[in-house]
């Protein structure tokens, strides 16, 4: 795979290190989203069901760390500068 001269600009790299920062609130969110869950479920049903409680905490915090790892991509795509450098073949103004 060749590399895109872009990957090596002060863009890229100022955005990859802006998505690692974005990458490490969404671990702080999907924690706490977790935790709120918990309560949620513990207010609602009790201590009785151990799998239930497992299930909700993997859901909850995969959620939310798949959301801001995907919202994170589309961020860092636009601000490498990769969005601007893609050439539409469809266009047919020649």
């Keep these: 795979m ?3 001269p872009l990957d090596e600009s ?3 790299r100022f ?3 802006r998505y690692k920062g974005f990458l490490r609130w969404s671990a ?3 924690l706490a989203t977790v935790v ?3 309560v ?3 207010q609602s049903f009790g201590a009785d069901w151990l799998h239930m409680y497992i ?3 993997l859901a909850a915090g995969f ?3 798949l959301t801001g790892a995907l919202m994170g991509l589309v961020f860092l795509s636009s601000g490498a500068g990769h969005d601007e450098a893609v050439q539409d073949l469809t266009d047919q103004r020649d």
């Design 55 to 57: 299930a909700v905490a």
């Design 36 to 38: 709120v869950s918990m």
């Design 40 to 42: 949620v479920v513990w």
């Design 2 to 4: 060749s590399r895109i």
């Design 63 to 65: 959620i939310v760390l």
């Design 10 to 12: 002060p863009a890229s």
């Design 15 to 17: 955005a990859w290190a």
């Design 28 to 30: 702080i969110a999907a």
